[in-house]
């Protein structure tokens, strides 16, 4: 059974541009959960999606758009990139149990510096 | 709407030391709780949980219970070991969703 995965580890960005960030997640897990997280700051929820529909989203622009394939792999798309998206992004995979999400396990994230 | 606050950090304690780290929570209706735990150069991985009123959840020696009067779920351990150090996240799932939050995390370092 292979863990959660994320590429790149670390990416380096200038204002404006636009990225897009990969998630594997764990086998059999079908919900996929990004996260933001600043430095010395908490993980922020961005969007979850449940087999390929987004199924909840946090408080961020729309820049921040997501995608899940047939095999639950994930994307986190950010156009239109500011300095204040500087941040460590993470995927958590789950597999709800009768539509309750306990347990999320996390990739080990993609370091993201905007210029 | 839904928060959790932590303790700030950073917090250092000898090995063998008793750990406290504190923890309250906003939220409506009848959240989840949680930690994670997040170790150098890895990702964040769940310590314990609970999920309703006077729930303990415990692992690896850590232990917190779920307060409702207090809205609080503080993460305790008796002895604390030199591999313990990392950073601790206490977090909450809302009762009728499965947004979580995440309070700003609490770094400790045990000394031998």
């Known amino acids: 059974e292979t863990g959660v995965t994320q590429s790149p580890t670390h990416l380096i960005k200038t204002r404006g541009q636009q990225v897009t960030l990969r998630c594997s997640s764990q086998s059999g897990h079908n919900t996929v959960s990004w996260y933001q997280q600043a430095l010395g700051q908490g993980p922020q929820f961005i969007f979850q999606?449940?087999?390929?529909?987004?199924?909840g989203r946090g408080n961020f622009p729309p820049r921040f758009s997501g995608l899940q394939f047939p095999n639950y792999s994930s994307e986190l798309n950010v156009n239109a990139l500011e300095l204040d998206d500087s941040a460590l992004y993470l995927c958590a995979s789950s597999l709800p149990i009768a539509g309750v999400l306990e347990t999320q396990y996390f990739g080990p994230g993609t370091r993201l510096l905007v210029l | 709407g839904d928060s959790v606050t932590q303790m700030e950090g950073p917090v250092t304690l000898s090995e063998e030391a008793f750990l406290t780290i504190n923890c309250t929570y906003t939220?409506?209706?009848?959240?989840?709780l949680f930690w994670y735990v997040q170790y150098p150069g890895e990702g964040l991985q769940l310590l314990l949980k609970?999920?309703?009123?006077?729930d303990k959840g415990s692992n690896k020696g850590f232990e917190a219970t779920y307060r409702k009067e207090t809205t609080s779920f503080h993460l305790e351990k008796g002895s604390v070991q030199v591999s313990d150090s990392a950073v601790y996240f206490c977090a909450l799932r809302w009762s009728t969703g499965n947004q979580f939050y995440f309070g700003t995390g609490t770094s400790l370092t045990v000394i031998p």
């Open positions: 609970a999920t309703k009123a006077d």
């Open positions: 999606y449940y087999r390929e529909e987004e199924n």
């Open positions: 939220a409506t209706g009848y959240p989840s």
